[in-house]
């Protein structure tokens, strides 16, 4: 596992303002000034000094992708007072890492996988917030679950106990196309809009899963415009990363 050390002359609480920035800028704009979008800086690859170089600077919301990677640097993060998101995809076999570390799985896909967390939560007496994740772009590759199974999975999961629906999340359709990357962001926000509305009424428990996880450096202000609540940024921030870590 080769982490990138802190970059030379990096100033991570310029970085999070300008990123910040560009969060309000974007809130104005879709008529959300003061909505509270939340940043969460995407910590992978990054060593342990320089993911707490960004805590410290005030990014206390981290996401990390890689259980063997979080285990690394989980008790340095914590330490600093990170409050730290699971964002990549989960195996069943490394769900403990995330119960012990982290406050929310936002990458739940499967009732199965959601039963583990479910379970070792009980376990070790640490109530876990979980998201589903949804594939909105319909791509192959892509992980989540389709829209249509998306809420009554969200149900099941929600009467597991240990675990509270926060949200959904969802990774967008990698394009310059403004109109298909934000339809994919629109289709999340039906989906948590019907969740809310049929709690409401009391036919679905769903009332804590308001949260919409969705929009990256390139792309943050097209989900702020769907109705993200919080962003997951990474390069914006921590700067590139390396091409060996494309596949991320
Ligand atoms: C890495 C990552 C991000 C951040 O991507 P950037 O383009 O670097 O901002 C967001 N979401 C997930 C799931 C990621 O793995």
């Known amino acids: 596992m080769d982490l990138h050390p802190t970059p030379e002359g990096w100033d991570p609480a310029a970085a999070l303002a300008a990123v910040k920035a560009r ?3 974007a809130e104005a704009a879709a008529g959300r000034a003061g909505s509270g979008v939340r940043v969460l800086v995407a910590t992978k690859t990054w ?5 707490v170089a960004v805590v410290r600077a005030g990014g206390i919301l981290v996401g990390e992708s890689r259980m063997q990677e979080l285990e690394a640097k989980a008790p340095a993060l914590a330490a600093a007072g990170a409050r730290i998101h699971v964002i990549g995809q989960l195996q ?11 406050e929310c799985v936002q990458t739940v896909d499967s009732a199965r996988l959601a039963e583990r967390l479910s379970r070792l939560s009980l376990e070790a007496e640490r109530p876990l917030d979980v998201m589903i994740q949804v594939n909105v772009s319909g791509e192959e590759s892509k992980a989540g679950v389709h ?4 809420l009554p999975i969200a149900a ?3 009467a597991l106990p240990g675990l509270t629906v926060t949200g959904f999340m969802t990774i967008g359709l990698n394009s310059p196309d403004e109109a298909a990357v934000r339809e994919g962001y629109a289709r999340l926000r039906e989906i948590r809009d019907q969740a809310l509305i049929r709690s409401e009424r009391g036919s679905m428990g769903l009332a804590s899963a308001w949260q919409l996880s969705m929009g990256m450096s390139q792309d943050l202000e097209w989900a702020i415009a769907e109705g993200a609540t919080m962003v997951r940024v990474g390069t914006a921030i921590m700067g590139p990363r390396l091409a060996s870590d494309s596949h991320w």
Not at 47 to 51: G, L, N
Not at 92 to 102: I, Q, Y
């Open 147 to 150: 829209p249509d199974e998306a």
């Open 23 to 25: 969060v309000h800028v």
């Open 156 to 158: 099941a999961v929600q």
């Open 92 to 102: 069943r076999n490394k769900a403990s890492v995330a119960v012990r570390w982290a």
């Open 47 to 51: 060593d342990a000094d320089a993911a």
